[in-house]
């Protein structure tokens, strides 16, 4: 059963500390998406990637978060310094073979609480 | 640019009964429009999608959806609801204009199914 992989499922951390939350793709899906869940915004679009290209992380705070694809089979999402607002659930999806008429497969999430 | 609307941020709903979730949408060209479920500290799960042809499109759980053009809209509905379909529910939207197809995501409605 093929599916979308997210580590860690939860994270606790103090303010200021590196965060890092991994995804592993379905195989053979060629983009990946990052979002960021919470009460107040919902869904936000942070980054995606196109063959392991960045082609949009306009939703991405600059200065703290960094988005990387070292292969095919890991996106990595990483904040440092982290702070109290960064507390969230982090999605990450990949999309089917089929592009634009297909839907996206979502992980399980990473909640992150920054103390 | 493309947007989702879902007007109601909760609905309740006795179960037997039968439920509708609305979604408008905004997009420039062709939609291609899609529902998705979030059961609680889980990722979003795809239900059911609509790229064209016939307007009732029929998706997982016994969910349908009507697509009108003419009010551009999308509502999910399912005939006899069941307590355990209470979830989060997500409307979303692919652009193709521009070649981005990136998914816009509504802000969800919780569905209460009671017993």
């Known amino acids: 059963d093929a599916r979308v992989t997210q580590t860690p499922r939860h994270k606790v951390t103090e303010m200021g500390q590196e965060v890092t939350m991994r995804c592993q793709p379905i195989l053979g899906h060629n983009t990946v998406f990052w979002y960021r869940q919470t009460m107040m915004q919902g869904l936000e679009l942070l980054a995606y990637f196109r063959n392991r290209a960045p082609l949009d992380d306009s939703g991405m705070p600059k200065d703290r978060f960094s988005a990387e694809m070292p292969d095919a089979t890991l996106a990595t999402l990483k904040i440092q310094p982290s702070e109290p607002r960064d507390s969230a659930v982090y999605f990450c999806?990949?999309?089917?073979?089929?592009?634009?008429?297909?839907?996206?497969?979502f992980g399980e999430g990473s909640r992150l609480t920054v103390l | 640019a493309q947007s989702v609307a879902q007007p109601e941020d909760q609905v309740n709903v006795a179960e037997g009964n039968p439920l509708t979730v609305k979604c408008t949408y905004s997009v420039s060209g062709n939609p291609y429009l899609f529902w998705y479920v979030q059961y609680p500290n889980r990722g979003l799960q795809f239900l059911l999608k609509y790229i064209t042809g016939d307007n009732l499109v029929k998706g997982s759980y016994g969910f349908e959806a009507e697509f009108n053009k003419s009010q551009t809209s999308f509502h999910l509905k399912k005939p006899s609801a069941l307590v355990s379909d209470s979830a989060l529910y997500f409307c979303?939207?692919?652009?193709?204009?521009?070649?981005?197809?990136?998914?816009?995501f509504g802000r969800g409605t919780s569905l209460i199914v009671h017993p």
């Open positions: 979303a939207v692919r652009d193709i204009t521009g070649g981005s197809y990136i998914p816009t």
């Open positions: 999806a990949s999309d089917s073979p089929r592009g634009y008429t297909g839907e996206l497969f």
